[in-house]
Structures are given as structure tokens and as C-alpha cells.
């Protein structure tokens, strides 16, 4: 059955400084890709998706994400957080014909 | 796109009682999800719920302990039946749209006392 890991349980960053949160995912064949965001007191929410094409995606609020195939790896960046991007960032994965996997997720914290 | 809302948000129910949870979208959609989030940690696919047929329930998950309907396009209802405190968690309603994308409830946060 098809894993994800996050490499990171808790992130906590300054405002302005890069961030990169890690996700792999177990096996190949045609998968896609997706990172979810859940706000403090909010539903979850999408923040990009990768289903094929160019491997860099870009998603809202500035957040993008790389697919490397040969490294099973679809890691979330970005250049300069602010304290608003404090969250849980989620990685999740879709094989066809299959239930969505998700990651057990990031929690980022931005300091002011 | 698609809106969501459960209810209720959030409840606290007695050891061996049942709590059933709503789920309505703004839109039809064939298939419908519910999930569990426990404190902390990952989401949990519970069962899939599609309309006009009985929902598939995951690894670890019964149709005994949560039952599911699915009467229409719109609305899903989620049975948390014969409650202890490992019942505790977050309940989420999800739908699946074109491509793939799932747009997510808000969430019933379920405390079993």
C-alpha cells in the first residue's frame, strides 16, 4: 500500500526566511500529487497539486512544489514565509484507482 | 469548488452513547469521504460514500460501529456508534471534484467522556 513521510514534524522559522518541507512517497506508476494546508481553526485546504507536465507547480500564495520522480520526493517551498503561513502542511498522494494517502504532516510555526 | 458544512462542530458525548454527524455540500457530487484526525496527527480515511450504494469502509473501520448514509448528491451522515474515549478525534467530511482535488468540511471535533 502507498506511504507518506514528512520529513519534519515541527518547522519553526523567522519571517522572511526560506522554507522547504520534505515528502516522499512510496511507490511509483502514475501518481498524483498534492500539499494541503490547515490553518489555526480552519478546514484544510489545497495549496497545489501535481498531476503531470512541468514538475515545478505553483500553487497559492506564493508556495511552490518540485516533483522529482527518481527521488519519489515532492517537497513545498518558499522563498520568504510570513508569520500568516504559520500552519500544518500536509502532503498527500493519489494512485489511480485508489484512496487518497496523506502525510502525517509539518507544523510550521513563523516567528514575528 | 465545492462548500461544505458539518454538523455539528464539536461535541461532548458519553461513553456508549452514538453521535451522528452531518455533512452537506453546496453542490452534487458523486463521491464523498469521511475521514478522522486524531489529535496531532494524520488524516484517516474512514470509508468512501458514494450515493446508491453502500459505503466501502477502510482497514480497521466497520459499518457496525460507523454507520454512513448517503440518501442524495448533497448530504452524507457519519454514525459514531457505542462511543469510548479512543472515539475522540476530529471527524472531517470531504468531497472529490473534477481532478482529483477533495475539498474538506470543517470538521466535528468529538470529545468522549
Known amino acids: 500500500a502507498q506511504s507518506v513521510s514528512q520529513h519534519n514534524h515541527h518547522v519553526i522559522l523567522s519571517e522572511a526566511a526560506s522554507l522547504e518541507l520534505g515528502c516522499n512517497y512510496s511507490y511509483g506508476g502514475t501518481v498524483n500529487l498534492f500539499w494541503y494546508v490547515q490553518y489555526p481553526g480552519q478546514h484544510l485546504q489545497l495549496l497545489l497539486k501535481y498531476f503531470s507536465g512541468d514538475p515545478l507547480v505553483k500553487g497559492i500564495k506564493g508556495f511552490e512544489a518540485e516533483f522529482i520522480k527518481s527521488k519519489f520526493s515532492f517537497n513545498l517551498r518558499k522563498p520568504s514565509v510570513q508569520w500568516s503561513d504559520t500552519a500544518e502542511y500536509f502532503c498527500a498522494v493519489k494512485n489511480y484507482g485508489q484512496n487518497f494517502v496523506f502525510g502525517p504532516g509539518t507544523r510550521l510555526s513563523v516567528l514575528p | 469548488s465545492a462548500v461544505i458544512s458539518q454538523k455539528p462542530s464539536r461535541d461532548i458525548c458519553q461513553r456508549g452513547t452514538s453521535l451522528t454527524i452531518q455533512c452537506q455540500v453546496d453542490?452534487?457530487?458523486?463521491?464523498m469521504f469521511w475521514y478522522r484526525q486524531q489529535p496531532g496527527q494524520s488524516l484517516t480515511l474512514i470509508a468512501t460514500a458514494n450515493q446508491g450504494s453502500e459505503a466501502t469502509y477502510e482497514s480497521g473501520f466497520v459499518i457496525d460501529k460507523f454507520p454512513i448514509s448517503r440518501p442524495n448528491l448533497t448530504f452524507s451522515t457519519l454514525t459514531v456508534s457505542n462511543m469510548s474515549p479512543e472515539d475522540s478525534s476530529i471527524y472531517l467530511c470531504?468531497?472529490?471534484?473534477?481532478?482529483?482535488?477533495?475539498?474538506f468540511g470543517p470538521g466535528t471535533r468529538l470529545t468522549v467522556t
Open positions: 453542490s452534487q457530487v458523486t463521491m
Open positions: 470531504s468531497v472529490e471534484v473534477a481532478d482529483y482535488e477533495q475539498y
